[in-house]
């Protein structure tokens, strides 16, 4: 007799503000391949960690940024993955100061409030 075992992973899907799919899709291939091989880590499921990934409880629970850096700057895009079926893609920018600049925030605040 033989038997079948089938594993199943907890998948989510991505979702993304309609801003935010704008702002990535202008940014150069390099950036837009570590942002994709990210993403795709955290739709399998795993938990992402310092230097790639931190915790933004200033714009609300469950939402994180992934700091990518390229020959430009820095760039960073905000996730919530709180959300029951998906991850919710809302905001991304260039980050030119030491802190995340309150405007960022609050375009922040209000893109994840539309997608909820």
Request: aromatic share 10%.
């Amino acid at each position: 007799m033989s038997y079948i075992c089938d594993i199943v992973f907890h998948v989510k899907t991505l979702r993304f503000h309609r801003l935010v799919a704008k702002d990535i899709d202008a940014l150069d291939v390099f950036t837009k391949r570590k942002l994709a091989e990210l993403f795709a880590l955290l739709c399998e499921g795993q938990s992402l960690g310092m230097p790639v990934s931190r915790p933004m409880p200033i714009v609300a629970n469950g939402v994180h940024e992934l700091r990518v850096k390229n020959r430009d700057g820095q760039y960073r895009v905000f996730y919530f993955t709180k959300h029951e079926d998906a991850i919710l893609i809302f905001h991304a920018f260039k980050k030119r100061t030491q802190t995340t600049p309150q405007h960022e925030l609050e375009v922040a605040r209000k893109r994840l409030m539309e997608l909820l």
